[in-house]
Every structure is written in C-alpha cells, then in structure tokens.
C-alpha cells in the first residue's frame, strides 16, 4: 500500500504507539514498524486502524496471508472504514491476486473518493486489468485538484494509449517530458507509444529518439573505469549478462529460454539481471540454468552498472529496449565492453552506449534504413529470434468452421493499442468480401467499453455489423488462452505494430497469420516469423494483397488452409523458428564475432 500522511484519523488511538509506528512504516523501517505496532494491537485489539497498519506492514515484509488475516479483521470491526478495504487490496496484490486487490481498492476509493493514494493504486490495478475508462475517470479528478500530479497524468497518458489514442497520450508525456528531461521512464513511455501508428517517419523517429535521449542520460552517460585492467582479470570463458525484467511467464522468455537453453557452457558463463520483484516457475527455470542469477530491483542504473563492472562482465545484452522495466541507464555507463540490444523493442534505443542491434534481412534489409539506428545492425541468418512452443497443448487438427455450424472465424488475440484504423478499414474489407464470416478480438483491453466502441464504430461505419465481432477478454491460464485458437480458422495480423508471441501462438495452434511487410522493422516482424516457419504464402507485399490473401484462403482455398491446420504443428517444429541449437549456434558465433571486433579496436 502507498505511504500515507501521518495523522491520527480517529482521535482516538494513543500517538504514542500508533503513530510511531505508522512513521517508522512512512520511512520504510518495516521490521521496527512492526514490532511498535503489535505492541499498540496488543494494548488496543479492536481497533481497525492499527490492524489496517498490521496488515500494511505484513504486505510489505511480503507475508500476504497474515497481512489478508489483519485486513479481514479490520473490516469485520469497522465495515465504514476505506482503509480496511485499501490494507487487502495491497495484500492481495502482494500475493498476486490482481482482479480481487482491484475489487478491493474499488470499493475503498468509492467510501474515500478523496484520498489520493487509494485513487491512484486503484487506477492502476484497474488499467492492469484492462478497465481503461474507469482508471481515467478516477485519475482525471485526481488531475483536477493536482494538475502536475505526474503520477496520474502517467497513468491517464498509459489508457489513452492502450485505447488507441495515441496522439493523446504522446501530448502527455510531451508535455510531461519538458519538466522531467531525467525521467527515463517518461522517456521511454513515449518512445514506446510512437511505434503504435505512423505518427512520425522512421527518419523523424530517430530524429526525435536521439534528441529526447542524449538529454535524458547526458549526465549520466560517463563511461566506468576498472582498478584492475581486463587482461589481468581475464576468465577462460566469455561472461554474457542478459538484463531483463521479464524473466517470469511474460512473452520474453518464449524466445529467451531455448536460447539460454541451448548456450555452450564451455564458452560461456551466463549471468541473468532480473528487474523485478515477480517470481514463478519460470522464474525458477532460468535462475536454475543461468551460472549466477541476481535480483537487482532495489539497485539504482550506477550500482546496477558497478555490480555488472564487478561481475567482470563481457557481452551484456538488454532484452527490453524501451519497454516497461528496462535498465538502460546501467548501459549509458558501459560497464561491459560490448552491449546489445535484443528481443524486447521493436526500434532503435537510441543510446550510442549500446553497439549492436540483433535483427534479420526481412525485418531490416541491408542498407534501407541502418542509418534511423543508432546501433549497428547485426543481421542473424533466417530469423532474429527462435520460438519455443508447449508441446503439451493439443491442438484441433480440423478447421472449426468445418467441424461446426459456426460461420468461418477470423481472429487477431493481439493487444487492442496494436489494432489502429488502418488495420480496422483492411479488416472491414475482408468481412465484406466474405459475408458469412465473423471476426473474433481478444485482449485484456476488451473489458473497456470505449476499446470496444472504438472498433466497432469504425466496423459500424463501413458496414459491418456489430453482430459478426466478438470480444473476448483476458485469460487467467495460459491454457485457456491457446484453447481459443481452436475456434479461429484464420488469423489477422495488426499494423503497423505486428504481433511476435501471438503470431506464434497462432502458428503453434495451426492457425496461420496474414500479414504484410511494411517499410520498418515494427511491421514486418511476423513476415520474418511466417517465413521462417514455412508459412511464406500467408506474407502480403502491401494491403490490398493482405485482404486478398485472407480472403483467398476463406473461400477458395480453404482447402490448402485445412490442410495446413492438420500440419502446421509439425511444419513449425521442423522450421528455422523452431531451431533452438542451430539458431544458438548462429547466435553464439555472432557474439564472438562482435566481441572480436569491439575489442580489436582497443
């Protein structure tokens, strides 16, 4: 739960018990805090304000159920009491339990409408959860009575995105930006947001990337220097750090693990910098094959960047770009002596630090655009990243529309911020050319009534019926998620900003994508994907041919799509995006040439 003003709500709890301890919570001594405040429960047990602190104090020390106890008997003593539902709100998002937290935090901010701190954790784990209009409208109050309230204006910039209103959110963090130029998370939130249309060109892009970011990191950008020369500290295998904020069931560690997997081990020595506090199973698979796994949330960019130093670290590759979590300012300080940028962002980041970008000929053809890049661009042969599918998901070997009476099913499971008029105007054409057909949406946004009146109004006004699309929302197992391709026939790609994980969830399901190859690296990503997993015929050269290929394959060639349903599993095992060790190997043997390159230099 967030830091709370100091001040004795009821009148009537002693201050010099309770509010000790509520000063020693705000400063962030949890173990003091708690043993001042089990003495106050101690003397007063039925008061609701000290089990709501007791239960503050548990979620922080990250022991979920006792803080859940503490809050239940809070809100048993006193019903009336917003900070009763606040306390399990941030004991269920402790413990992971998202969607009741949200509840929770729901119900503390409608009995305390005013109070700032349980409007912005509501907000927040409402726009988690994909409740996009309901997060706005409690952070617009919140904006209303503190216009420079960065926080909430953050937040309201990051729905206005995920609703597909970009320009708007761009304006905010702008605006935002001119105040803060040191924030790098402000930084990259507007990055980010660029790559969902063609707000700007590619050269535009990098024009912008290289300014906001030589202001952002120009004090910070001084490289490290070493007591201890690197020849003198030589070790017999190249050292490899990988940093990341998304080892744990995320999209990332799809294409990370088989390559973690699959490293030579006489060769390398894998060290895994997790920027985050989430743990899971596969959290637990990469800390057991990486050789050193380090937790480094609580390290700021210098002692994240002296810890690398320390660790005599020499390839160190970021895994997130621009993308929520990263550590980019650890690299503006180089403490290795070759950084990469790999997997995680679809665009340049913008940072001379960083030496390479790992890419492909089809994502980025030699020489059309290396010079919107800062980095130089390493092209991997065939693929720049490789897919590691579950082979305990079944998958339905017949298309749906001829096992059933249901109409033939087009599907796109991509985020709805990826899904832009352009897209929508394609797809209205494809529903027109094949009238009995319907469209399924699925993403966490679909809960938010505006995302689904976006689409729809734009469907509405080209003709097609709101009955022929269907919205599904988020699913908690990610079974339950690939269960649904089962009743796709055919999948549609967004643009520009292409799907990666959901093209090759669709593809692993037999569900093939059509896509197109756009002019940047963003939108000609799952070209690279069908191509490599021998889906080539499913790549459009420009719109109207990606209309033109869904619609084929719906009517006049369903039969070579119901051929590949019953395939398409086996064609992608046996395809280079499947190949884990040949990919490794072309991946180590780039690592070693860079590295070769970059230190000859010296």
């Known amino acids: 739960m967030p830091k709370r003003k100091s001040k004795n709500r009821s009148g009537s709890v002693p201050i010099t018990l309770f509010e000790k301890a509520r000063k020693l919570f705000e400063k962030a001594y949890f173990k ?46 006193d019903p009336a009491n917003p900070l009763g539902y606040s306390a399990m709100g941030a004991a269920l998002q402790t413990k992971g339990q998202l969607q009741q ?45 503190d216009s420079g309230s960065k926080e909430a204006n953050l937040l309201i910039a990051a729905c206005l995105n995920e609703q597909g209103h970009d320009s708007e959110a761009i304006n905010i963090y702008t605006r935002l930006l001119r105040d803060n130029m040191d924030d790098s998370k402000l930084l990259s939130n507007l990055l980010l947001t660029h790559n969902y249309g063609r707000l700007v060109s590619p050269q535009d892009y990098y024009s912008l990337v290289s300014k906001v970011v030589a202001d952002c990191y120009s004090e910070r950008a001084v490289a490290m220097t070493e007591a201890i020369s690197r020849e ?55 800390r057991a094959q990486a050789h050193k796994f380090k937790e480094i949330v609580s390290l700021n960019d210098r ?40 997997l995680g962002y679809p665009n340049t980041t913008g940072l001379t630090e960083i030496d390479y970008r790992l890419v492909d000929e089809i994502t980025d053809p030699i020489g059309e655009q290396d010079q919107y890049y800062s980095e130089t661009l390493w092209r991997l042969a065939n693929s720049f990243i490789v897919y590691e599918g579950d082979d305990a998901l079944a998958f339905q070997t017949e298309l749906p529309s001829q096992l059933t009476s249901e109409p033939f099913t087009f599907g796109c499971f991509n985020n709805a911020q990826k899904i832009k008029t352009e897209t929508l105007v394609a797809w209205s054409k494809i529903l027109k050319r094949v009238p009995e057909s319907r469209l399924a949406l699925k993403s966490r946004q679909m809960v938010d009534a505006e995302s689904r009146n976006r689409i729809l109004s734009v469907l509405k006004a080209d003709g097609i019926d709101a009955s022929r699309i ?80 869904a619609v084929r394959y719906a009517t006049d060639e369903k039969h070579r799509l119901s051929q590949l349903r019953a395939q398409g599993r086996e064609l992608m095992q046996d395809s280079n995006l499947c190949d884990a060790n040949g990919f490794t190997r072309k991946f180590e043997s780039a690592l070693l040439s860079m590295y070769e390159k970059k230190t000859a230099c010296k």
Not at 41 to 65: A, G, M, N, V
Not at 117 to 128: D, G, P, T, V
Not at 319 to 333: E, F, P, S, W
Not at 512 to 534: F, W
């Open 303 to 342: 002692q994240l960047a002296e810890e690398i130093l320390t660790d005599r670290i020499d390839i160190l590759i970021d895994l997130a770009g621009h993308m929520r979590g990263n550590r980019l300012g650890a690299m503006v300080c180089r403490p290795a002596p070759l950084q990469i940028t790999w």
């Open 32 to 77: 003091e805090a708690e043993k001042v405040c089990s003495k106050a429960l101690q003397e007063k047990p039925h008061r609701s304000e000290i089990l709501c602190l007791f239960s503050e104090i548990c979620s922080k020390l990250k022991r979920p159920d006792e803080a859940i106890k503490y809050a239940n008997e809070a809100i048993l003593k």
């Open 101 to 145: 937290a949200y509840e929770c935090y729901k119900k503390a901010n409608a009995k305390l409408p005013g109070d700032y701190e349980i409007a912005i954790a509501y907000a927040s784990l409402a726009h988690q959860g994909g409740y996009l209009g309901e997060s706005i409208s409690a952070l617009k109050k919140l904006a209303e009575k």
């Open 470 to 549: 269907a919205f599904a929302p988020a699913t908690a197992a990610m079974q339950d998620h690939m269960k649904l391709y089962n009743k796709v026939d055919l999948a549609l790609d967004t643009f520009p900003y292409n799907g990666t994980t959901t093209t090759c969830e669709a593809l692993w399901m037999g569900v093939p994508t059509v896509c197109y190859k756009g002019d940047r690296h963003v939108e000609r990503v799952s070209a690279s994907l069908l191509i490599n997993a021998g889906f080539s015929e499913f790549v459009g050269e420009n719109v109207d041919d990606y209309v033109d290929i």
């Open 232 to 286: 003198e500290t030589k070790t017999p295998r190249i050292r490899l750090g990988f940093i990341s904020p998304d080892f744990h069931r995320h999209s990332v560690p799809y294409f990370f693990k088989p390559v973690l997997t699959a490293l030579n081990r006489d060769r390398f020595e894998v060290f895994c910098y997790y920027n985050n506090s989430r743990h899971d199973d596969v959290t637990a698979i990469i």
